[in-house]
């Protein structure tokens, strides 16, 4: 998997693999945009309806594992965590690593809205909020 994700340019890293994050890999796959996913606690559904070609089983809160994922070469990251903080540091670690990322993150409460922006998201959902 490691020599796939390397030889990956320009595509998109997904942080978190719950409802969210398998929407926004969906709309990818449809499009025929290379995604990475990145997921901490499980391993892809097998039974999603699309493949999952880049798999990280890792957090995404770690340079490490952004770094594994290709950040340097990515056009952009969605973070889906379920925790604002986490969204928070995953947006921080990614604009430190890749200044010109375009960013789209996930937020639970009104008050993150802004300090994600702040901290470089280019967009914020609030799923929540939309729902």
Same mark, same amino acid.
């Given at each position: 998997m490691?020599?796939?994700i390397d030889h990956l340019n320009n595509h998109v890293i997904i942080c978190g693999f719950g409802r969210n994050g398998k929407e926004s890999a969906q709309i990818l796959f449809n499009n025929k945009i290379p995604f990475v996913v990145v997921e901490e606690k499980?391993?892809?559904?097998? *039974?999603?309806?699309?493949?999952?070609?880049?798999?990280?089983?890792?957090? /995404?809160?770690? #340079?490490?594992?952004?770094?594994e994922a290709g950040i340097n070469k990515a056009r952009a990251l969605i973070s889906t965590l379920p925790v604002d903080a986490d969204n928070l540091f995953v947006v921080l670690? *990614?604009?430190?690593?890749?200044?010109?990322?375009?960013?789209?993150?996930? /937020?639970?409460? #009104?008050?993150s809205v802004n300090k994600l922006k702040i901290a470089g998201a280019s967009n914020v959902i609030m799923p929540d909020?939309?729902?």
């Amino acid at each position: 998997m490691d020599n796939k994700i390397d030889h990956l340019n320009n595509h998109v890293i997904i942080c978190g693999f719950g409802r969210n994050g398998k929407e926004s890999a969906q709309i990818l796959f449809n499009n025929k945009i290379p995604f990475v996913v990145v997921e901490e606690k499980r391993e892809p559904d097998t *039974a999603l309806g699309f493949e999952v070609k880049h798999y990280l089983k890792g957090d /995404a809160t770690k #340079d490490e594992v952004l770094i594994e994922a290709g950040i340097n070469k990515a056009r952009a990251l969605i973070s889906t965590l379920p925790v604002d903080a986490d969204n928070l540091f995953v947006v921080l670690s *990614a604009k430190q690593l890749n200044p010109h990322i375009s960013i789209i993150s996930r /937020a639970s409460q #009104d008050s993150s809205v802004n300090k994600l922006k702040i901290a470089g998201a280019s967009n914020v959902i609030m799923p929540d909020k939309i729902g």
